[in-house]
């Protein structure tokens, strides 16, 4: 890259049209099958329209073949068959099935253009099987076509319904709205579910005034509204933060929801509602219909609470949810294990007070059967271990091991794992302990963690016995992950030539090949101990064992070249090894370029990345932004703005490490120039100037 290189050819790439004649296309296939079918074309009559019209079914349902049925039909309309509307359904469901639904909204347009037009109750089963390409647009353009060559077609009810709701979720109710407009005038009626489509529309973009007009419509018309209608429209009112309306509206919606019969639109309704609630933070009233009960007896007690649950969980309010549980409890229910898990899983992430929460409800929930499932255990223990309360970590170990057909070697694991993140030896050795002395036999993983925290800690010596102990034959065999560890262990406290030694005699002489994480551990290593020269022979030494470096090899020399002052040699490197391998990534991007930039040479760094860019490569986000801060510390504002310019250009757009980078830039500016001429230095030459 700092040689000479010519970029890469771009080759544009022209879009073409694809043209879909009237006539069914030719589908080229040299299957048995398709043999046969020549051979029946020319065995049976072209009249036999019962014979074909089974034969392409099968097809489409048995076979699934819908290209060998297109290739037949199209043989067949060349010998003067005309394709009925039996043969365009069973092509219709067969393409929607391998989901070519552009293609069958097209067969079907055709299909009508031509005159095949099927009866009344067909078209609206196909329409019914176009519109779960979820494409609205192109299922109204088909029902255009329809109404066009056939005046008298009216949509089914449910059709124009599901037609308008897929418009509403793209945003564009207005246009959801004119096709209510058609509705009324091919004679439908609208129904509740018409109307509390069209508002929900109207309310997702914040147009609460047309959804208060669609429902006064609604009632002009005589629909009566139903909950699930009040619910829609109350989110909308919610949203604009008008809670003395929403208030309002509920009292309509329990009064509603007394008089009606139909449990699901009940239960919908009153979900709707309480998400609504959640999403818009009036926390305190959803509390306040878990005490008072409002809806009575309309919504079953216990999916109500759970309800509740699910959405103050997905709100972020743990501690509120266990809450509603306590609600529960009191009244004599139990909540479902799935919410509850989720309650404590979201607690046990929430830092401190919350893990202590978390267990205390673990505890209450064991008495109604309750156990956490293996993720929320391990979330869990790491959270109650960051906080030094390993007494209520191992307890909860103990409750996860009485768990049936739970694997214990796993339960042990998660928790060693989690012991790792305190400085605690002791606990980590009484574990092992533990294990041992329930007759749970540690494997080679468990080890392995063990022998990990004991070198994250610096107790490499106590590392050091574990390993001789698996290599004795007292635990499981060692693997090249234990010596990696134990290597990058000695590395770290300086013991450079007890790791060196691991790598080049005791491993070869147990049997064990080192791999390329092995590598980069030494690596990596003997840069922060300043030892480039080493590394550098090692480097050697492992192409020459046949070993391939991968991107993070080469990030870890980059790195540590460059933070060694070596920067020519990184380049060197990058040039001779790097480049010519094809294995670097942004990391790997990422490095150098910071290298060259903390030399302080900016114009190198820019002319590094936009090379990389002429030569096909697709930098991220993080190397523009070492390089815009690199400018932004040498105080040159036109060219920070210029990367800025290059990088949309390129099809990234600034994250908020930019902004920040930038704003810094602005704020120094303020204090050099003053308010005024950082203002016109911000505005001037700003990313769009």
């Given amino acids: 890259m700092f040689l000479t290189t010519s970029p890469s050819p771009k080759t544009p790439i022209t879009p073409k049209t694809l043209t879909i004649p009237l006539t069914f296309f030719f589908t080229h296939s040299t299957s048995p099958s398709h043999h046969h079918h020549e051979h029946q074309l020319d065995q049976i009559s072209i009249d036999n329209t019962p014979h074909w019209t089974k034969t392409i079914h099968d097809l489409c349902t048995r076979h699934r073949n819908v290209d060998q049925a297109l290739h037949l039909l199209d043989h067949l309309r060349l010998r003067g068959y005309r394709p009925d509307p039996l043969n365009l359904s069973s092509i219709i469901h067969a393409l929607c099935d391998s989901n070519r639904f552009e293609e069958a909204h097209h067969r079907f347009a055709h299909s009508i253009d031509s005159h095949c037009v099927p009866d009344q109750r067909t078209c609206n089963v196909i329409i019914a099987r176009l519109l779960d390409s979820q494409t609205p647009h192109n299922t109204l353009g088909v029902l255009r076509v329809l109404s ?181 409890r009191h009244r004599g229910f139990a909540p479902r294990i799935t919410l509850y898990n989720c309650i404590i899983h979201g607690l046990s992430k929430e830092g401190q007070g919350g893990c202590m929460r978390a267990y205390q409800l673990l505890e209450e929930g064991i008495e109604f059967g309750y156990l956490p499932s293996e993720y929320t255990y391990k979330v869990l223990v790491e959270g109650l271990c960051q906080e030094s309360d390993t007494d209520k970590a191992r307890q909860v170990l103990q409750y996860m091991l009485k768990k049936e057909r739970v694997d214990k070697i796993r339960m042990y694991n998660i928790y060693l794992r989690a012991l790792c993140l305190v400085n605690n030896t002791t606990e980590l050795l009484n574990a092992l302990v533990s294990m041992l002395q329930t007759e749970c036999q540690p494997d080679v993983i468990t080890l392995n963690i063990v022998v990990n925290g004991f070198c994250k800690m610096g107790r490499v010596e106590e590392a050091l016995k574990v390993l001789d102990d698996m290599m004795t034959a007292k635990f499981c065999a060692p693997n090249v992950v234990t010596f990696t560890t134990i290597i990058n262990g000695l590395l770290n406290v300086g013991r450079t030539q007890e790791a060196l030694g691991m790598l080049r005699d005791v491993m070869p002489q147990k049997g064990f090949r080192p791999n390329v994480v092995t590598y980069n551990a030494v690596l990596r290593g003997l840069f922060k101990l300043n030892q480039g020269r080493e590394a550098m022979e090692i480097f050697n030494g492992m192409v020459t064992e046949g070993v391939a470096a991968d991107s993070t090899t080469y990030t870890i020399i980059i790195d540590g070249l460059c933070e060694s002052d070596q920067l020519e040699e990184a380049k060197r490197f990058w040039d001779e090894v790097i480049w010519p391998s094809q294995i670097h990534d942004n990391f790997v991007y990422a490095a150098i370029i910071k290298g060259i930039c903390h030399s302080g040479n900016f114009d190198e760094a820019c002319h590094f990345l936009y090379e990389l860019v002429d030569s096909g490569v697709s930098p991220n986000i993080f190397s523009y932004n070492i390089v815009i801060d690199t400018s932004c510390k040498l105080g040159l504002k036109k060219e920070a703005y210029e990367v800025v310019r290059e990088m949309r250009r390129n099809g990234l757009a600034p994250d908020s490490v930019t902004w920040r980078i930038l704003d810094k830039l602005h704020s120094n500016s303020r204090k050099q120039y003053g308010d005024d001429e950082a203002s016109t230095l911000q505005f001037g030459s700003g990313p769009h100037g």
């Avoid at 047309?210 to 629909?223: I, L």
């Fill in 148 to 328: 066009v060559l056939k005046p008298d077609f009216v949509a089914s009810l449910v059709n124009y319904n599901r037609l308008m709701d897929q418009l509403c979720s793209l945003r564009r109710p207005s246009e959801a709205h004119r096709v209510l407009f058609d509705m009324l005038i091919r004679g439908h009626c609208p129904n509740a579910v018409s109307y509390t489509t069209l508002i929900n529309g109207y309310c997702g973009i914040g147009e609460l005034g047309d959804a208060q007009k669609v429902f006064d419509e609604m009632c002009e018309r005589g629909v009566a509204p139903n909950s699930m209608t009040y619910s829609v429209l109350i989110r909308g009112v919610l949203r604009k933060r008008d809670i003395g309306g929403a208030m309002e509206l509920m009292g309509r919606l329990w009064e509603t929801m007394k008089g009606e019969d139909d449990t699901l639109v009940k239960n919908a309704a009153f979900s709707n509602l309480i998400d609504s609630m959640c999403r818009e933070g009036y926390f305190q009233e959803v509390f306040g219909i878990a005490e008072d009960r409002p809806q009575g007896e309309s919504v079953n007690e216990e999916f109500a609470y759970g309800q509740m649950i699910d959405s103050l969980c997905k709100a972020g309010r743990h501690h509120g949810a266990s809450r509603i549980v306590y609600i529960m």
